[in-house]
Structure formats: structure tokens, C-alpha cells
């Protein structure tokens, strides 16, 4: 089957400090793999996507690279804002562009 | 551009009071069209799709239906609401047929029953 395993738990850092949130994924063929981000009250977002192993997403300093290899596509940010609180969720699009989620991660970023 | 509505945004409903959620998408035609569910601590779940008029897929069996009336228009609906039907619901929609295209999100609904 399809599914998307993210790190547990909520992550709380300090402002300009590195993030990185681990999703690995299992599939069947070979899947697209997206970052979303979902502000407080808000919609989902798309963060950025890979659609072959190797290709590196970005957006707004946020990057991750689809690891065939490993099965990942964990993501990075070098430097957090405040502005970057919010919650992220790693997924999988398999047949009709139906999306399998992980249960996300909170990210709180202190001033 | 493409844009993606839905309403109510919020709404409270009492246990076995009928439920009515409804999306249009504008800008494009013949769109893939999703309802997902959040529920509280476990994430986001796929309730149906749509590839066209009147054709419905349910992904979880459960008290929801969904119709596609129109090219652009998916609605949500329940005929009694449970307290577990309670959470954020969104609707979304992409282009056909390329597994890499994005899937882009409404605004949400939060749906509590009491």
C-alpha cells in the first residue's frame, strides 16, 4: 500500500535555528512526493514537490530532496523565522492525484 | 487563475441534523475533486474523489455521501450527523491524469456536533 511516516511529536526551536523533519514514505511505482504546510485556521498549502527520485524542491528557503534510495524526502530550512510556526505535512500522490498524508508535525519557532 | 471555494467555513450541528458542504472550483475545467477529513490528532484522510460529472469514488466507509452535480461543484453531504463525523473539513481539487500534479486546497470547514 501507500502510506507516509513523519517524525513524532511537535518541534520546537529557536529563531535562526536549522529544521529538519523526516517523512519517509512506502509505495507502489514510483509516486510524487509534496510538502504541505497548514497555518492556524487555515487551508493547506503546498510547500513544495519532487516528481522523480533525485529532483530537489524549494520554496522560501525550505528544500527537500525525493531519496529513492531511502525511501525519504525529508525537510530542511537553515535559518527558522517566527513566520514559520505552523504545521507540516509530508505526502505521496498515487492513482487520480489521491494524496496519502503523514500525521504531520508541529513546528514552533521562539522568538 | 484557479481558485477553490467552500462554505460554510464553520458551522455547528446537532447530533442526527443533516449536513451540507459544498466547493466550486473556477478557472479550469474538468478538475479531479477531493473531500478529505481532519480529525483531531489523526491527520488527514481521504473521504472521496471524483474524476467527473455524477462518478464518485469513497475511499473509508462511513455516514458521508458526496455528488458532483456539475462540472465544478462537489458537495458534501450526511443525512444524520454523528460525533464522530466532528473536524476540519477540505475540499480540493487538481488536474487530471499526471500523478504529479499539485493538489490545491479550500480553505476548510470546521464542523462540530454537539
Known amino acids: 500500500g501507500n502510506s507516509v511516516t513523519q517524525m513524532e511529536g511537535p518541534v520546537t526551536l529557536s529563531e535562526e535555528a536549522f529544521l529538519t523533519i523526516n517523512c519517509t514514505y512506502t509505495a507502489t511505482g514510483y509516486p510524487s512526493l509534496f510538502w504541505y504546510v497548514q497555518y492556524p485556521g487555515e487551508g493547506l498549502q503546498l510547500l513544495l514537490k519532487a516528481t522523480k527520485a533525485d529532483d530537489k524542491g524549494s520554496n522560501k528557503g525550505f528544500e527537500a530532496t525525493y531519496r529513492k534510495e531511502t525511501t525519504s524526502f525529508h525537510l530542511e530550512k537553515g535559518s527558522v523565522q517566527v513566520s514559520d510556526s505552523a504545521v507540516y505535512f509530508c505526502a505521496l500522490s498515487y492513482g487520480n492525484n489521491r494524496l496519502a498524508f503523514g500525521k504531520g508535525n508541529q513546528v514552533v519557532v521562539i522568538p | 487563475s484557479q481558485t477553490i471555494h467552500q462554505w460554510p467555513a464553520t458551522l455547528v450541528q446537532p447530533v442526527g441534523s443533516p449536513l451540507s458542504l459544498e466547493c466550486t472550483v473556477e478557472g479550469t475545467s474538468n478538475p479531479n475533486l477531493y473531500w478529505y477529513r481532519q480529525a483531531a490528532g489523526r491527520g488527514l484522510q481521504l473521504l472521496f474523489y471524483?474524476?467527473?460529472?455524477?462518478?464518485i469514488s469513497s475511499e473509508v466507509p462511513q455516514n458521508l455521501s458526496a455528488s458532483r452535480p456539475q462540472d465544478r461543484q462537489f458537495i458534501l453531504s450526511s443525512k444524520k450527523l454523528l460525533l464522530s463525523d466532528s473536524g476540519f473539513y477540505l475540499c480540493a481539487w487538481s488536474l487530471t491524469a499526471f500523478s504529479g500534479n499539485t493538489i490545491y486546497f479550500g480553505e476548510g470547514s470546521w464542523l462540530t456536533v454537539v
Open positions: 471524483s474524476v467527473g460529472i455524477g462518478q
